[in-house]
């Protein structure tokens, strides 16, 4: 799958956020933009459940932080 279609919904796309650290096909800069678009779309659904407007699905923000973590283990 290209790039620019995983990150239009990584969650369409993986599981879980740790299947991104396992994923073959993407280089650690790839899969670091991927966690950086899952996040921002996480945060933006706590934004809308925070003003009454709850998504459809419980996005995994602490998942997401820690697979980050993972590539990033300096920051």
Same mark, same amino acid.
Request: aromatic residues 4%; charged residues 35%.
């Given at each position: 799958? +290209? @790039?620019?279609?995983?990150? +239009? /919904?990584?969650?369409?796309?993986?599981? #879980? %956020?740790?299947?991104?650290?396992?994923?073959?096909? @993407?280089? /650690?800069? *790839? #899969?670091?933009?991927?966690?950086?678009?899952? !996040?921002?779309?996480? +945060?933006?659904?706590?934004?809308?459940?925070? !003003?009454?407007? %709850?998504?459809?699905?419980?996005?995994?923000?602490? *998942?997401?932080?820690?697979?980050?973590?993972? @590539? #990033? %283990?300096?920051?």
């Amino acid at each position: 799958m +290209r @790039l620019d279609a995983i990150l +239009r /919904d990584p969650s369409a796309v993986y599981n #879980k %956020p740790s299947d991104i650290l396992n994923d073959t096909n @993407l280089s /650690d800069n *790839e #899969k670091l933009e991927v966690l950086e678009q899952w !996040e921002y779309d996480a +945060r933006e659904l706590q934004v809308a459940a925070d !003003e009454n407007m %709850p998504g459809s699905q419980e996005a995994p923000l602490d *998942e997401i932080l820690a697979a980050k973590k993972k @590539l #990033k %283990p300096h920051q």
